[in-house]
């Protein structure tokens, strides 16, 4: 028989404890952008040093394209580890990493060391790439591949030794049209991957 008193067992009040809490906003303000925005702060003075007359100033120039291209790595695995990734960070990184190659890319080619054909190849590849995965992004994301890498540290590897002093031309050449390469091929790859994304996306 009913005695009319509710049964706490049946309707167990929750612990205020053991409700989960969301995680609060990461800051803007974290280690990782800040890496991010020295990266890119620290192209204006590396296309300095470059433009620069003597061994001294090249080697300079190559210390400040290493540390910035050191920081790439480094900030990124900060976010990721340290739950620092920032809606900033996920549009700086790639501008910063743009910037840069970019940077060097043109401050080659207008030196006259590096044929424009060249740059502009590159640079069409990374900007027209960059803004079809801002288009179709409503569709889905285009996940950054192992091609994508092995192109990042081509393009980084051959900028290197076009900075660096010496007779490295055969090394240059070689490792520059490795890098043009895997770059238009990549390219090629995330243009089809869009593709393939946006019509399955409209189909379903």
């Given amino acids: 028989m009913s005695t009319g008193t509710p049964d706490p067992a049946a309707n167990p009040v929750p612990d205020p404890a053991a409700i989960p809490t969301p995680d609060p906003p990461v800051s803007v303000f974290n280690v990782a952008n800040y890496l991010t925005a020295a990266r890119i702060a620290l192209v204006p003075l590396f296309v300095w040093l470059l433009v620069q007359d003597g061994t001294a100033w090249r ?18 695995d900060l976010a ?16 910063a990493d743009k910037a840069l190659t ?8 207008a030196m006259g060391e590096l044929w424009w054909w060249v740059t502009i190849v590159i640079l069409v590849r990374e900007i027209g790439i960059t803004l079809m995965r801002f288009v179709v992004i409503r569709y889905g994301v285009i996940p950054a591949s192992k091609g994508g890498k092995l192109k990042t540290t081509l393009q980084m590897a051959a900028i290197t030794f076009y900075i660096l002093p010496g007779p490295l031309d055969p ?6 049209a490795a890098a043009l390469i895997v770059t238009v091929v990549t390219g090629l790859d995330y243009v089809l991957q869009a593709y393939r994304l946006r019509r399955k996306a409209t189909s379903s």
């Fill in 80 to 95: 990721r580890s340290r739950g620092l990734v920032t809606d900033f960070g996920k549009i700086a990184d790639p501008i």
């Fill in 59 to 76: 080697l300079a120039a190559f210390a400040v394209f290493a540390v910035a291209s050191i920081t790439d790595k480094i900030d990124g």
């Fill in 102 to 109: 970019g940077a060097a890319l043109v401050t080659l080619s």
């Fill in 171 to 176: 090394l240059r050449w070689a490792t520059m």
